[in-house]
């Protein structure tokens, strides 16, 4: 699985997820990663903004989300995500076909989304 931040800056942040993506695993990401990176751009003064998947929801992440501190823009409608999402794979599917060789395919995936991501920014 992938998962995927846009900044206010209009960069993207991805991190592929090998395994199930639980609350746990979410609320981990959310300490060693995304709030790493929005206090190095930001400060301690930034708003996130989340869509509706269901770790987003639980009250185990929204506890987390208050105790830490962390703002949160109420408007799920005016997410951009889905959109970052149509141009990533736009721009990931055009091209050749990848191999079916399993270790080599998921090599080239990864290569692919960094390089699709990497031209974004």
């Given at each position: 699985?992938?998962?995927?931040?846009?900044?206010?800056n209009g960069l993207l942040f991805y991190k592929l997820i090998a395994g199930k993506?639980?609350?746990?695993?979410?609320?981990?990401?959310?300490?060693?990663?995304?709030?790493?990176?929005?206090?190095?751009?930001?400060?301690?003064?930034?708003?996130?903004?989340?869509?509706?998947?269901?770790?987003?929801?639980?009250?185990?992440?929204?506890?987390?989300?208050?105790?830490?501190?962390?703002?949160?823009?109420?408007w799920p409608d005016l997410n951009i995500t889905e959109d970052i999402w149509k141009?990533?794979?736009?721009?990931?599917?055009?091209?050749?076909?990848?191999?079916?060789?399993?270790?080599?395919?998921?090599?080239?995936?990864?290569?692919?989304?960094?390089?699709?991501?990497?031209?974004?920014?």
């Amino acid at each position: 699985m992938t998962w995927l931040m846009s900044l206010p800056n209009g960069l993207l942040f991805y991190k592929l997820i090998a395994g199930k993506f639980n609350l746990d695993s979410y609320i981990d990401m959310m300490k060693i990663s995304v709030l790493a990176i929005m206090k190095l751009n930001f400060g301690n003064d930034f708003w996130l903004q989340e869509d509706n998947a269901s770790n987003h929801k639980s009250a185990k992440v929204k506890q987390f989300l208050l105790q830490s501190s962390i703002n949160i823009l109420k408007w799920p409608d005016l997410n951009i995500t889905e959109d970052i999402w149509k141009l990533i794979s736009e721009q990931f599917y055009d091209g050749p076909q990848f191999l079916n060789i399993f270790i080599y395919y998921i090599n080239q995936l990864k290569k692919k989304l960094k390089n699709v991501i990497d031209d974004i920014n």
